[in-house]
Nanobody, 126 residues
Framework: QVTLVESGGGLVQAGGSLRLSCAAS????????MGWFRQAPGKEREFVAA????????DYGDSVKGRFTISRDSAENTVFLQMNSLKPEDTAVYYC???????????????????WGQGTQVTVSS
């Protein structure tokens, strides 16, 4: 039973950076692709980034391309989201998720993810 725990959220000024971490309770990258989603108050959950199990492919939502980078450390069963040039519009709860089908192909739809973390709050002030 895989459990995901996010950390690294907080308050940051616009233009600043944060790195989110998602720690898995066991070996995950051999069987799951990983993704990050976010949800702002009153809005639908939004795709942010995804990475295949091997790390060979990544994908990003249009609003974060060029600013965010997803990566993983298989030895530590951890996936990261490096967020640069943050904007107030990036304010949201960020969720880490694991996708069985995403082990080979990047997935953008939340329904394609099977396991979810509890979320970590990111607030960007202007």
């Amino acid at each position: 039973q895989v459990t995901l725990v996010e950390s690294g959220g907080g308050l940051v000024q616009a233009g600043g950076s944060l790195r989110l971490s998602c720690a898995a309770s066991g070996r995950i990258f051999s069987t799951y692709g990983m993704g990050w989603f976010r949800q702002a108050p009153g809005k639908e959950r939004e795709f942010v980034a995804a990475i295949t199990g091997s790390g060979s492919s990544t994908d990003y939502g249009d609003s974060v391309k060029g600013r965010f980078t997803i990566s993983r450390d298989s030895a530590e069963n951890t996936v990261f989201l490096q967020m640069n040039s943050l904007k107030p519009e990036d304010t949201a709860v960020y969720y880490c998720a694991a996708s069985r089908s995403g082990v080979r192909f990047v997935r953008r739809n939340q329904n394609q993810y099977n396991i979810w973390g509890q979320g970590t709050q990111v607030t960007v002030s202007s």
